[in-house]
């Protein structure tokens, strides 16, 4: 059987291999411009890496999830067609280099991001803000709430793991819109972890809370990375609510041309990224879950996290690459 026939049963199993490749070797384009100050630089690396890869893929691929729309972005933008036109048609999401003030100044946390699902299993999300509110697997289903205020979450979060609210630690962007939410968190007791930039990490990082101590995520961020988030909540089984931020006429009508007909929809996970998908993230600056790449004077190494959601398989790869010419 081949990979466009055993896609009537979800993706196939050698693409789980194949996208480690991919965000492999955009991680290795952007670290190598990780510390220098120039984020367009490292993005722009990491693209033209990550879309080389992709097209050498045995798909018919739709970036839905990119770097921009059609005029905006001359790479990996959203509605562009990838890989050899062979195999099975899938919908990606993307985000070559995931963090890019955070690569440009060598702090923690910078990745490459990829997810790729059945055809039209993927949220066409615009470009605008997203309310986001996640938490890892092994909760109730809807113990979560984003119409919930910050005290009611918390709590309901930390009753369902046993502790106290004061043993919770919620991720949020450090941005001024979120002042009054800091200020909610912090007046239960509970710590907040602020970031500067990557909340496709910072969602992440609530999958595997003893290693990261990241319980919850909360606050707003990307419409994008929203989708890319989801995802991996979705192999994992994580919950995650979402709604779009249209606050202005234009941002509506965006939405609308994108198939998006209720502007106050709470998306789950299930609802942004459904069927089978995979997902892999590699670090290209040191995280608290994954190791930036390394360069060594014959070998460069990476560390990748890749899920798939049909079997919740979640495989961390440390990879030592000698050859160095396929980078």
Known sequence: MNIAQNIAAGLDRILTMEVVRVTERAAVAAARLRGRGDEKAADQVAVDAMRQELNRLAIKGTVVIGEGERDEAPMLYIGEEVGTGKGPAVDIALDPLEGTTICAKNLPNALAVIAIAEKGSLLFAPDVYMDKIAIGPGYPEGLIDIDASPAENLANLAKAKGVAVTDITACI???????????????????????????????????????????????????????????????????????????????????????ISDPKRIYR??????????????????????????????????????????????????????DLDKF
């Not at 969602?203 to 988030?229: N, S, W």
């Not at 670090?283 to 460069?300: A, M, P």
């Open 173 to 259: 962007l450090d941005r001024p819109r979120h002042a009054k939410l800091i200020d909610a968190v912090r007046a239960t007791g509970a710590a907040i972890r602020l970031i500067g930039d990557g909340d496709v990490a910072g969602v992440i990082h609530t999958t595997d809370p003893d290693e990261t101590g990241i319980d919850i995520y909360l606050g707003t961020g990307g419409a994008p990375e929203g989708v890319l988030a989801a995802a991996a909540l979705r192999c994992t089984g994580g919950q995650m609510q979402g709604r779009l931020i249209l606050d202005t006429p234009e941002k509506v009508v965006r939405a609308e041309k994108m198939g």
């Open 269 to 322: 996970a299930q609802d942004m990224a459904r069927g089978d998908v995979l997902f892999a993230a590699t670090g290209v600056t040191d995280g608290n879950l994954l190791d930036g790449v390394k360069f060594g004077r014959t070998f460069i190494t990476t560390h990748t996290i890749v899920l798939r959601s049909s079997s919740r398989t979640v495989r961390e790869i440390k990879a030592r690459h000698q």
